[in-house]
Each structure stands twice: as C-alpha cells, then as structure tokens.
C-alpha cells in the first residue's frame, strides 16, 4: 500500500497560473520529497523537506509541510507548458526507502 | 557526468520466459532500487540493495530476482515471466547522506509480457 495519496488526481490549467497539489500520508516520516515525471520518462527530483521544515522554495515551487495534520503541498507558480507532467510526493522514514504516492497528473494549457 | 542507465528500453517476451532487465550506476551509490510502474498504482517498490551482496524484497517481490556482485549493477530477473509483469521498470539509486535518500531514476524500461 502507498503511504502517500496525492490530489487531485489530474489538473487542468492555463499557462500563467498556479498549479496546487496536495499528498496526505500515514506515517511518522523524516522526510517528503516531490518528484516530476515527463511523459515517458523516468521520475526526477524536484525538492525536499524535511520533516523539522514547514515551508520550503525553490524557484517557482512552493513546499509545505504540516506533519500534525500528515500533509503536503506543492505549489508551482506562473505555470508554463513545460511543466506539464505528474508529480509525486514520496516520503523517507527511518530506512533508506521512499514511498511514492500515485501521482498528479498537471496538464499546463498554452 | 554521472548517470543511472537501463537496458533494454523496450522488451516483448513470452509467459514462462526468464527475463533479466538490466541497471547500471556511475554515482557510485550504495543504494539501489527496482520499481515498477502501473496506471492507478504509482511506483511500487520491487527489490533493493543497500550495498554488494545486500538484496532485500519490497512490496511486490513475487516473481522477481535480485543480485549485486558490485556497486554498480542491479539486474532484475523475472525467473518466469507472467502477464501481469507487464509494465514499466525503473531502477533507482541514491547514497544516504543523513536523512535525505534523494533517488537518481533510470528512463525505464516498458516489459510487455504476451
């Protein structure tokens, strides 16, 4: 089972906006990280924070974290068609292991 | 530059084949990792190593193999491959610095098993 959940599942905007996504988990974590997949292709990290941090940047994204309530979001802003893709959140506890939630897919209308 | 590599990008096979799916890492990380990819399902851990000799199963295991010989390798073996093995194969790998475990993914490899 996945401890991350994200949403929504898909997102449709124009290019110029704000793109929100969400992801819930179940567990004590160390860490949460948000990585993008292109179509096609393999998943590459975006940004992390850690679970002492609540709130994070990094160019045009946006992190938080609100550990008592188990939940994340990133946002990205000035959408561009570029950055249509899916995003996961994936959280590290203890292990060396990443638990990946099912994605967001963002689709960024020119 | 350094890089997480995977061979071979496309593969179609038959049920009861064996099949070994091939990763290879010059960031000389410790950690590496198998997934597969399913609509509906995101990434699901397979099998991962911590180090040479170290394999360990995760959380779909069944029906696939796992071996390092060195820092650099993990081969994915399917002993007997089955219909629902069919997807997409990512290998991962990351070097523990503290409790970060920022993952390095490979382009995938699409296994389509008929």
């Known amino acids: 089972s996945q401890q991350g959940e994200e949403d929504p599942q898909a997102l449709s905007i124009q290019e110029g906006e704000n793109a929100t996504m969400n992801c819930s988990y179940k567990?004590?974590?160390?860490?949460l990280q948000w990585y993008r997949q292109n179509s096609g292709r393999g998943l590459v990290h975006l940004i992390l924070?850690?679970?002492?941090?609540r709130e994070k940047h990094s160019g045009r994204l946006r992190v938080t974290l609100d550990t008592s309530k188990k939940s994340s979001s990133l946002l990205i802003t000035a959408s561009r068609a570029a950055d249509t893709a899916s995003y996961f959140c994936?959280?590290?506890?203890?292990?060396?292991?990443?638990?990946f939630g099912s994605g967001t897919q963002l689709t960024v209308l020119p | 530059d350094a890089e997480i590599t995977q061979s071979p990008r496309h593969k179609i096979t038959e049920t009861g084949r064996q099949v070994t799916l091939a990763c290879h890492q010059t960031?000389?990380?410790?950690?590496m990792f198998w997934y597969r990819q399913d609509l509906g399902h995101g990434l699901r851990l397979i099998h991962y190593?911590?180090?040479?000799?170290?394999?360990n199963k995760g959380e779909v295991s069944d029906g696939y193999s796992v071996s390092r010989s060195n820092t650099e390798d993990l081969p994915l073996t399917l002993e007997s491959a089955a219909s629902s093995q069919t997807s997409v194969y990512f290998c991962?790998?990351?070097?523990?610095?503290?409790?970060?475990?920022?993952?390095?993914f490979g382009p995938g490899t699409r296994l389509t098993v008929l």
């Open positions: 991962a790998s990351s070097e523990s610095r503290g409790s970060t475990d920022t993952q390095y």
């Open positions: 994936a959280t590290g506890g203890s292990a060396r292991q990443l638990t």
């Open positions: 924070i850690r679970s002492n941090e």
């Open positions: 567990t004590s974590i160390n860490n």
């Open positions: 960031w000389n990380h410790n950690n």
């Open positions: 190593s911590y180090g040479v000799q170290d394999t």
